[in-house]
C-alpha cells in the first residue's frame, strides 16, 4: 500500500512538473521524507528527477534551445556539485528561509520586467547557472528559479519546458554523482529513485497534453501560481 501511494503521488508530481516545468519535488519530497527519512529522501529525489526531467526532454526534443541549455550548464554544473557538498556544512532552514522570501518577491519582479520586455542573454545564462547550481546541490529543489530565468531568455511551454529540463538533467547527474563520492548513494536509494523517477516520467508526459491546451497567458498565470506556493512552502518549512 505505502509504494502504491508513493508511485500515485510520483505519477502526480510528474504530471505538474510536465505542466509547470517544476514542482515534482515539492510535492514528492515531504513523501519521501515521511517513508523513507530525512536523510535518504534527498538523494532518492536526486536520481529521480534525472529520469523525471529525461521524460520532458523527450517530451519536448524539438523544441529545445540547445544553445541556451549549453550555456547555462557550463556553469550550472559545478555549481551542483559544491552545493551538494555544502548541503551537510549550513545549519537547516537557512537556504529554505533566503529562497521562500526570494520566490515570493519574484511574482512581481516577473511581472513587472514582461511589461517592459526584459530579455537576458546567454552570457547571463552563463553567469547566473554557478550560483542557481549551488542552490540546486543545497536543497531539494530550485525549479522556481529557472522558471523566470528561462522564461526571460524569451523560452516559453514546450520550449521552456524542454530546456530548462535538459539543463536540470546536468545538475542532477553532478549532485548524484557527489553524493555517490561521499557515500550517500546506496544501492537501496537508487532503486528507490529510479521507482519513483520512473512515474515522474509517465506524468512528464500527461503533462504535455496540458501544455498544448493552454493559453500563453493561462500559462504564465499558472507560473504565478507556482512561484507562490513553492515560497509558502519553503518559509513553512523553514520555521517548522
Known sequence: MDYALLLAFGLFAGTLGGIVGTGSSLVMMPVLVVMFGPRQAIPIMAVAAILGNLGRVLAWWRDIDWRACGAYCSTAIPGAMLGARLLLEIAPGVAETALGLFFLSLI?????LARREFRITTTHLMLLGGPLGLLTGVVASTGPLTVPLFTFYGLERGAFLGTEAASS????????????????????VVVQGVIVGSTLMAGSFVGRFVVLKLSAAAYRSL??????????????AAVR
Open 169 to 188: 538533467i546536468g545538475m542532477y547527474v553532478a549532485k548524484v554523482a557527489t553524493f555517490q563520492l561521499f557515500g550517500a548513494l546506496t544501492p537501496e
Open 108 to 112: 512581481p519582479a516577473r511581472r513587472w
Open 223 to 236: 507560473i504565478d501560481s507556482l512561484m507562490l506556493v513553492s515560497g509558502l512552502s519553503l518559509l513553512w
